[in-house]
């Protein structure tokens, strides 16, 4: 079910939503930093039609990536939650790959590849948040030190 919601998603956006929330830990208030990357599938029509009794070239090559996107969200008593876009920290590899023919006939089978890649494209999501925790508490305490008295 979950499948074919993402291959029809896919069809009609052209993107995938990916999401990796990790808490952040030393604040006085309830942090989580969210890393977001909208999967965008990008095609590109190749070759011509050969006349008839003769092979054609034509191809369809498509790429799927995304930028990574990272947001402090946190929660103050009594209000909601709030949000705080961060700088944009990089992208993911892309997934590539070519099919034989036009790339309208072929953007089912396309999003049918890169919904079998999408853990893969998670798993980067994942590293990503894990090599920038180093990043991530070094920006902290410099936001911090802005706010202590005495400096």
Request: glycine content about 10%; charged content about 20%; overall charge positive.
């Amino acid at each position: 079910m979950f499948s074919t919601l993402l291959v029809a998603m896919t069809l009609s956006t052209n993107t995938i939503p990916l999401t990796h929330e990790v808490p952040v830990e030393g604040t006085p208030t309830p942090l989580s930093l969210r890393y977001e990357a909208d999967v965008a599938i990008q095609h590109r029509q190749v070759g011509t039609v050969a006349p008839g009794g003769r092979g054609d070239t034509l191809r369809c090559h498509w790429t799927a990536g995304g930028d990574v996107r990272r947001t402090l969200v946190g929660t103050t008593e009594g209000a909601a939650t709030r949000q705080l876009p961060l700088a944009s920290t990089g992208a993911l590899k892309p997934m590539k790959g070519q099919r034989p023919g036009w790339c309208e006939t072929n953007r089912a089978a396309i999003a049918a590849s890169v919904e079998a890649g999408i853990p893969a494209l998670r798993t980067q999501l994942v590293a990503f948040a894990e090599r920038d925790r180093t990043t991530l508490s070094s920006e902290i305490n410099d936001a911090h030190a802005l706010f202590r008295t005495g400096s």
